[in-house]
């Protein structure tokens, strides 16, 4: 059937793919050393390897899990490591094995680790030195057995200071010895298919307890020759030069940066922390950058970072904004600095990640997600699961090869997650407009009811987003003894003068009465994900 978007396609996409060519993300990754075995696969503080070096390394560290470690297809690997060569190779030499990836975040606190090891019963985990006393604090509370160390100079060889493991962690070995000792052993290639499972990828928890969503080798090969049809105009394989600064434990740098990138013959660029903002400043100076990934919160924190506008970005193709929505003030004054549009997707950890692509028009600005990828279809739903009207909203629910098996052990949790013909429900509030293209409304579970209107934080935020001397904004909605709810908003500002007052009659001109805020707080920082998405939980508990 015709579907409304099909119209918006990129001149000779197609509006379906097909996925039978890989039985598994080792096809892809065999396919992709072979084609580009000299070329620079990653760069992480100055020193570089190649595709066939990746090949090596990884079938070494493989050879070494499987022998050494017992690891076998299906058993449930941890990987806690920033931006680095390490994990890059790691993760290769973990699908090697037909082991599945528990990707987790080195900024864990020891509840969140203690939770995410128990729940996908890992007995193995590569772990960077400066996270091991978070695992020392938890361990005895786990099944961990086996546990390989990465220093942030491993492969690198720069004299880059290493952090001490945690001396109650016992009978450690280091990432390069394991490699070193894979040399010697062989490596025996399980067979895997797309059924296999590959991620157990933990949704973030900003609502409670992560869960994590089962990922196959076929959803993200499905998800990454989407994304390739999608936006084939823009991709040059074996010429493309990206920079990753999303955390690889992500799913959206997972995805996209790590694993679609790394199939297209990409030079990687890998900033181990992007928090330093100078430092990535002065990186991207010596990139000659095609392609860029962040979240709204990093594109403005580049945009107030000094040096940022001296970049030359003449060679910038394609930039692409996902994990939260991206604020039209940001966009233009991204625009306004490099001279490029900047780009939204839309996805979630269930979904592989990508759901939608706004690969927006010369003709200005179009706010939105944008158009489904191929082989996706996206049904915008009511409280009974029916589905509403264009230009109505709706729970976005979705529907495709990339959306996840499940979740990990919680039949209940996935059922919850899915309508009865088998869409996944997001959770967002969202819109089909008139012309065919997406827009997120925001997340269900943050809409303010005031006196029985909708009120949804994103449009606050992204309005406040306009005025000067605002860094930036999150709202939430508190209980109101005459309306019921109020919306509340933080406030980071740049210029100190500014005022509660100030922000209260800004709001006034440019949104209706009962969306201005009740309250304004100011804060010096707002609470983010490593990723860099607002935190509005952590808020409300303030």
Known sequence: MEKAWYKNYPQGCNTSIKTDDYRSMLDIFQQAVKTYSDKTAYVSFGESISYSQVDQFSENFAAYL?????????????????????????????????????SINPLYSPVELEHQLNDAQVETIIIFSGSTKTLAEVIDNTAIKKIIVIQLDDLVNKKLPDEAVNPRLKDTISFTQAINEGKELTLKSPELNQEDLLLLQYTGGTTGLSKGAMLSHGNLIANILQYEELAKQMIDHGEETIITAIPMYHIFALSVNTLSYFKFGAKNVLIANPRDMQSFVKTWQQTRATFFTGVNTLFNGLLHTSG?????????????????????????????????????????????????????????????????????????????????????????????????????????????????????????????????????????????????????????????????????SACIGINDDKSGEAPKLFVVKTDCALSKEDIINFCRQHMAPYKVPKHIVFIDELPKSTVGKLLRRELRDL
Request: with cysteine; net charge negative; aromatic share 8%.
């Open 66 to 102: 499987q022998n050494k470690m017992g690891v076998k297809k299906g058993d449930r690997v941890a990987l806690m490591c920033p931006n680095t060569f390490s994990f890059a190779i790691a993760m290769w030499g973990i699908f090697r094995v037909g082991g599945v990836q528990v």
């Open 308 to 472: 940022f506008s001296d970049i030359n970005f003449s060679s910038l193709k394609l930039t692409v904004g996902g994990g939260a929505p991206v604020q039209e003030a940001v966009s233009q004054k991204w625009l306004a600095v490099t001279g490029k549009k900047l780009k939204e997707g839309y996805g979630l950890s269930e979904t592989s990640p990508v759901l939608s692509l706004n690969l927006g028009s010369d003709e200005g600005y179009i706010s939105g997600i944008g158009i489904p990828v191929p082989s996706t279809d996206i049904s915008i739903r009511d409280d009974d699961e029916k589905e509403v009207p264009q230009g109505e909203t709706g729970e976005l629910c979705a529907k495709g090869p990339q959306v996840m098996q499940g979740y990990w052990q919680n039949e209940q949790a996935t059922a919850e997650a899915m309508t009865h013909d088998g869409y996944f429900k997001t959770g967002d509030i969202a819109l089909l407009d008139e012309r065919g293209f997406f827009h997120i409304v925001d997340r269900k579970k943050d809409m303010i009811l005031v006196s029985g209107f909708n009120v949804y934080p994103n449009e606050i935020e992204a309005e406040v987003a306009k005025m000067p001397g605002v860094l930036e």
